[in-house]
């Protein structure tokens, strides 16, 4: 069975299949990379959690940044937040954002908690 929540006609917000959850992009709100990869990630904490899962949970995680000179300082901020010893498998690429203001996007799949 496939469970879909914040759904519309162009997408949904998560989906749940055979105890994987899968999360659409996440973007966040402020002016500097650190503000807007914080913003998405507690984005990301917040959706796992109403998905039944977890940062320790995360199989994977793509990031697109706006422009990779910007790659340490996610990176700092990402570093923070994921649980020692559960870093999931991730890609980092540069990719045009969906509005300019936008720095960062992060996809991520992840396991239910048992």
């Not at 069975?1 to 989906?15: D, L, N, P, Y």
């Not at 914080?38 to 959706?47: F, G, K, N, P, Y």
């Not at 910007?70 to 509005?99: I, K, Q, S, Y």
Request: aromatic share 4%; charged share 25%; with cysteine.
């Amino acid at each position: 069975m496939i469970e879909r929540k914040h759904t519309s006609a162009r997408m949904s917000k998560i989906v749940a299949h055979s105890g994987v959850i899968y999360l659409c992009g996440q973007v966040g709100a402020g002016e500097t990379v650190t503000d807007q990869t914080s913003d998405c990630l507690s984005r990301i904490d917040a959706l796992l959690e109403e998905a039944g899962s977890g940062r320790e949970h995360i199989l994977q995680a793509i990031v697109w940044l706006r422009d990779m000179a910007d790659f340490a300082e996610m990176n700092a901020v990402w570093d923070a937040w994921v649980p020692t010893g559960h870093a999931p498998a991730r890609a980092c690429g540069e990719a045009r954002l969906a509005r300019d203001a936008l720095k960062v996007e992060i996809i991520v799949t992840a396991a239910l908690k048992p």
